[in-house]
């Protein structure tokens, strides 16, 4: 079969058109003044807040351990153990029972401590004194003293930071100041403050652990609170110093 040929001049010619396909062409982009000194404020912020992210983080590893570096860079609680930072409802403070003959409430007017739940602790596996699972109550240590009686009673809980903790503002305390327990049955009994200490963590803490189970004056009950105060340790997660409170039972 032969090829079907047909001739050019039988053709209408075909008009050229513009393509339809093009590509995009760069606009033109205008930059206001306003603009421009907008975006150099604002890398300039940007840069400023880096700056200041890393030196506090630098300035936080150089100063640890020094007095200058305080614990209100640093609001943490001390210790590695997990602890519930929610403050109790005024019901579930109200509605707060112990045993008759327990610690039930501690009150210390002159720091603005009011109705703080007393709950019993123990010594831990490392022969330290426990915390309170809860950051806003007070740890009786179960094996010392009853309030009332004449021995030594010891409690403890967490501090550090001001408004951080049940004895947050602890190392406020002064002597003559009173402090109340109210017991589990409605009694109540009170202390005054007779002295108060802060030791450096370790052997100088330690050591004064002997005088903190001793009474103030030989032959009357006593009271002895303790918190951590001084300067956060990030690496550590604890206080570089111990505060102590001592009060006699009148």
């Known amino acids: 079969m032969g090829k079907i040929v047909t001739s050019s001049t039988n053709q209408p010619k075909a008009k050229s058109t513009p393509s339809q396909m093009k590509l995009p062409t760069w606009r033109k982009l205008h930059f206001k003044p306003s603009h421009i000194i907008g975006s150099i404020l604002l890398l300039l912020l940007v840069a400023f807040f880096v700056r ?5 983080h630098a300035y936080l ?5 020094s007095a200058r570096a305080t614990s209100s860079l640093n609001a943490d609680v001390e210790g590695d153990e997990e602890v519930d930072k929610s403050e109790p409802s005024s019901t579930e403070v109200s509605e707060y029972t112990v045993a008759a003959d327990r610690p039930r409430y501690l009150n210390i007017p002159s ?3 009011n109705q703080a739940r007393i709950v019993e602790i123990g010594i831990k596996t490392n022969g330290e004194l426990a915390t309170p699972y809860n950051i806003y109550d007070i740890g009786w240590y179960n094996e010392g003293a009853l309030p009332g009686s004449n021995g030594v009673v010891v409690m403890d809980a967490h501090g550090g930071a001001p408004g951080i903790g ?3 503002n602890l190392p406020q305390i002064k002597s003559g100041d009173e402090i109340r327990i109210e017991m589990g049955d409605g009694r109540e009994f009170t202390y005054v403050v007779s002295d108060t200490a802060t030791k450096a963590l370790g052997e100088e803490a330690n050591n ?4 903190a189970f001793e009474s103030p004056e030989d032959g009357r009950g006593s009271l002895t609170l303790i918190t951590c105060t001084g300067v956060y340790w990030t690496s550590s997660r ?13």
């Not at 590893?61 to 351990?65: I, K, S, Y």
């Not at 004064?208 to 005088?211: A, I, L, R």
């Not at 505060?243 to 009148?250: E, G, I, T």
């Open 208 to 211: 004064y652990m002997v005088t």
């Open 111 to 113: 720091i603005g401590l």
């Open 166 to 168: 049940a004895f947050g």
């Open 238 to 250: 604890t206080y570089s110093h111990r505060f102590f409170a001592r009060a006699v039972l009148q």
């Open 61 to 65: 590893d150089r100063m640890e351990g």
């Open 52 to 56: 200041v992210a890393i030196w506090e």
